[in-house]
């Protein structure tokens, strides 16, 4: 770009020269130098401007190439190459646009299409996590041919300070729901990003991603069992990387409870918080990885959930009291020379950790009349172990291993007919088709026992289809 001033202001002194000897000349003379200069000045101007506007493109392609840890925006269902979390650090959340990349000035919308064959030897309508007070809407699906859960996003930056973010899910059963809908601060200093609306938790690896960017067609029973699948909550967030070379992110939010293990109940006040902390980096060239653990408490009040009784049963339920939740994650990444295209291998486990205290109402016959409450009191931990192959550009395989641990929970009163000791389990396996960064479609197999004496066999046949360009996704 200097070279181009220069050659600017060479060019006007020229002009300039080529004027001394005119100083006689007439008006019209001098009128028409005026104008030369002029013509000069906005021709030059105008180069330099486009030049600039080139640099400033090129710095945020540059910048996108250069820092996604996790996949990029139009990289959506592919695996994450190789490259330690460090590289993320740059870009706050999801949102490509806060990078001024993909929209300056009008949202960047993204659609996901989702749709699903699914074949089980057990009625989905039974399904039960033994051992286990649930939420009510954790299920394996629907038999048959079914459309899968829709998304539709917006994000872009509001100005200079605030950038925001929309998904709206559409659910198979034609229901409408504002998955996230947060805004978050750019460029603050020393490492900050406070985010506040609707967001996923950052505690554990899987929580923060959107489900179509799963390696699995479903959530680990851990998840369903301590999250309720996917834990989504109003309120604040607060994470700050620090300065280093090796990746360090820690976080705390604030939040309603709306999601499960809370109860969602109105009330002042806050009534769940959570901190996290995360760390790792790169091994190599081929290697990279991520560790963390995360803490919950809740205060949920009259929690409705659904356990199996003794009976094989659903009975709907409600807790008031104490949940702590804890986390542990790990994931390595392994990609030969850093090329994650050709092939690429993940693996990656979680273990929760969950202790309640309150009382628990039971409406055995679920005519939802009054009930009595009765101390109650649960120590219960689970976790998954899976790891995913891509032996040759767009195909991948995968395997993953559930299991959950009821401990010995009291029951109090309720004990004769809610004290069912089981160890749910699942194996499953996947092989999944990536032709492109906007569609996948996968075939996975499960063997589940949620229940004691029954065995699901579990067959999912999934297509991933996206539409426009879709928000990068973390580590």
Avoid at 45 to 66: C, M, P, Q, T, Y
Avoid at 112 to 134: C, E, I, K, M, W
Avoid at 439 to 468: C, E, I, K, M, W
Wanted: charged share 20%.
């Amino acid at each position: 770009m200097h070279k181009h001033v220069y050659a600017g202001a060479a060019a006007l002194a020229a002009a300039l020269g080529t004027c001394i000897p005119v100083h006689a000349a007439g008006d019209a003379d001098l009128t028409a130098i005026r104008a030369e200069i002029r013509q000069l000045k906005e021709a030059y101007g105008a180069r330099i401007d486009a030049l600039e506007a080139r640099l400033r493109d090129a710095e945020v392609s540059a910048a996108r190439v250069a820092a996604p840890a996790a996949t990029r925006l139009d990289e959506a269902p592919m695996a994450a190459p190789a490259g330690g979390p460090e590289r993320a650090r740059a870009v706050p959340d999801v949102s490509a646009a806060a990078t001024g990349g993909i929209a300056a000035f009008n949202p960047a919308i993204s659609v996901v299409l989702q749709g699903t064959y699914a074949n089980f030897s057990q009625d989905p309508r039974r399904y039960a996590l033994a051992g286990f007070q649930h939420a009510p809407d954790v299920l394996t699906g629907r038999r048959g041919l079914s459309l899968g859960e829709s998304e539709i996003t917006l994000s872009a930056n509001v100005d200079d300070r605030f950038a925001g973010n929309l998904t709206v899910s559409l659910t198979p059963d034609d229901h409408l729901a504002v998955e996230e809908a947060y805004g978050f601060m750019l460029s603050l200093e020393n490492g900050l990003v406070p985010k506040f609306g609707r967001f996923f938790s950052g505690i554990g690896y899987l929580n923060e991603q959107h489900q179509h960017v799963w390696d699995f067609q479903d959530a680990p029973l851990a998840y369903q069992a301590f999250l309720g699948g996917q834990l989504g909550q109003d309120g604040l967030q607060l994470k700050w990387v620090a300065p280093t070379e090796q990746f360090v992110e820690l976080g705390a939010e604030l939040g309603n409870g709306n999601g499960f293990p809370g109860s969602g109940d109105a009330r002042n006040g806050v009534a769940a918080s959570s901190v996290f902390a995360h760390t790792g980096g790169d091994i190599g060239a081929s290697q990279s990885w991520r560790a963390g653990l995360a803490y919950l408490a809740e205060r949920p009040r009259a929690r409705r959930s659904v356990a199996l009784d003794a009976t094989g049963a659903l009975s709907d339920v409600a807790f008031t009291g104490r949940s702590r939740l804890a986390v542990a994650d790990f994931v390595w990444k392994y990609a030969p020379n850093g090329n994650a295209h050709e092939t690429n291998f993940k693996v990656q486990a979680e273990y929760f950790w969950r202790r309640e205290r309150g009382d628990l109402a039971l409406d055995a016959d679920g005519a939802g009349g009054p009930v009595q409450a009765h101390p109650y009191s649960s120590n219960q931990r689970g976790g998954y172990a899976q790891a995913v192959w891509q032996f040759r550009p767009a195909w991948r395989v995968g395997a993953r291993y559930d299991r959950l641990s009821s401990g010995n929970p009291d029951y109090g009163a309720n004990a004769d007919l809610l004290d069912v000791s089981f160890s749910p389990r699942r194996y499953t396996a996947m092989v999944d088709y990536t032709p492109s960064e906007f569609s996948r479609f996968r075939l996975q197999y499960a063997s589940s026992s949620t229940r004691p004496d029954v065995t699901d066999h579990q067959l999912f046949l999934q297509y991933l289809l996206t539409l426009g360009a879709h928000g990068a996704h973390r580590f």
